[in-house]
């Protein structure tokens, strides 16, 4: 599965899925600080259906619904209990989606920051928070992702912490993304090149951002990434930057919009795109129409 993935990067540009915790949201009209991960468990045809719509927008990489499936963030909801349950739920239903929708998908198991600092600048001890990614990543693996996609994280080093943990499970892909700010940097102040230097010695499949605010930053991200790594770029921006109407976030960017962007920053150098919140299935097909130009055009100058 390794060499099959990397082959698939070196066809051409790939395309991700979008937002999951946004579509359940609003889907689900769920009020905010409800735990969209236990969904598993409790809606499992609501989880399934945002999948098939993604694939059926054209998608050909699905992350599962596990973004905040650790012990540590599910302990706030009394859920370490079945920690292991929900992980390897999402993955039979993102599978069960992929049959539904008869066609061939790269499964990525989805992994999120832990949600407490580690130490010395926070409660967790490095033994916790390897532990906590150990306890989650192994689930997934057990349940028969393609991948590991380390998302949305804030600091390069809670990020090569959880590499070191999946590479210590299995010898499978690993998407690295943090999240970057309006100034272009993470929260924790690490710069996109900072960020290339030290992940691209590591050996991954692709490096990059996600979420972030919105498109025209993240574009800037990956200008300043791709120069400086042969490793691939992914990108996966927000459908702008938020606003509350009665109590919700809403999302701004069109799909035309983020289409066009996803061009840019595949001429900019990002090999797998799509999206992150506020992004639907219709962001989703949008910029499948703008990666099949974006492929015409390659084998044209060609």
Same mark, same amino acid.
Request: with cysteine.
């Given at each position: 599965?390794?060499?099959?993935?990397?082959?698939?990067?070196?066809?051409?540009?790939? &395309?991700?899925?979008?937002?999951?915790?946004?579509?359940? $949201?609003?889907?689900?009209?769920?009020?905010?600080?409800?735990?969209?991960?236990? &969904?598993?468990?409790?809606?499992?045809?609501?989880?399934?259906?945002?999948?098939?719509?993604?694939?059926?927008?054209?998608?050909e990489l699905i992350e599962t619904n596990t973004y905040g499936a650790n012990r540590i963030k599910l302990e706030a909801y009394g859920l370490t209990d079945v920690t292991q349950e929900i992980? $390897?739920?999402?993955?039979?239903?993102?599978?069960?989606?992929?049959? &539904?929708?008869?066609q061939p998908v790269w499964?990525?198991? $989805?992994?999120?920051?832990?949600?407490?600092?580690?130490?010395?600048?926070?409660?967790? #001890?490095?033994?916790?928070?390897?532990?906590?990614?150990?306890?989650? *990543?192994?689930a997934l693996v057990d349940a028969g992702v393609d991948l590991i996609t380390l998302e949305t994280f804030l600091s390069l080093a809670e990020i090569q912490l959880a590499i070191a943990v999946v590479k210590s499970v299995g010898d499978l892909p690993i998407i690295a993304q943090l999240t970057f700010t309006q100034e272009g940097r993470t929260p924790a102040d690490d710069s996109p090149e900072e960020v290339a230097n030290s992940l691209a010695p590591l050996g991954l499949a692709a490096i990059g951002a996600n979420c972030s605010v919105g498109s025209e930053p993240m574009l800037r991200v990956v200008e300043e990434m791709a120069?400086?790594?042969?490793?691939? *770029?992914?990108?996966?921006?927000?459908?702008?930057?938020?606003?509350?109407?009665?109590?919700?976030?809403?999302?701004? #960017? #069109?799909?035309?919009?983020?289409?066009?962007?996803a061009g840019r920053m595949l001429d900019s150098g990002a090999a797998i795109i799509g999206g992150c919140c506020g992004t639907t299935p219709a962001h989703v097909a949008a910029m499948r129409e703008e990666i099949t130009r974006h492929r015409w055009g390659t084998n044209d100058e060609g």
């Open positions: 599965m390794l060499q099959g993935f990397y082959q698939r990067l070196a066809q051409g540009p790939l &395309l991700a899925d979008g937002a999951m915790g946004t579509e359940l $949201s609003v889907r689900g009209n769920l009020p905010l600080g409800t735990c969209l991960e236990h &969904l598993n468990l409790t809606k499992p045809g609501l989880v399934r259906r945002v999948h098939l719509d993604y694939l059926e927008a054209g998608a992980n $390897s739920q999402a993955v039979k239903l993102a599978r069960e989606a992929q049959r &539904l929708a008869g499964l990525a198991g $989805s992994v999120g920051p832990l949600g407490k600092a580690i130490e010395p600048l926070g409660p967790l #001890s490095n033994d916790e928070a390897r532990d906590a990614f150990h306890q989650q *990543i192994t120069p400086r790594t042969n490793t691939r *770029i992914s990108a996966l921006p927000n459908a702008g930057f938020p606003t509350e109407d009665n109590g919700r976030l809403v999302y701004l #960017s #069109s799909p035309a919009y983020m289409a066009e962007y």
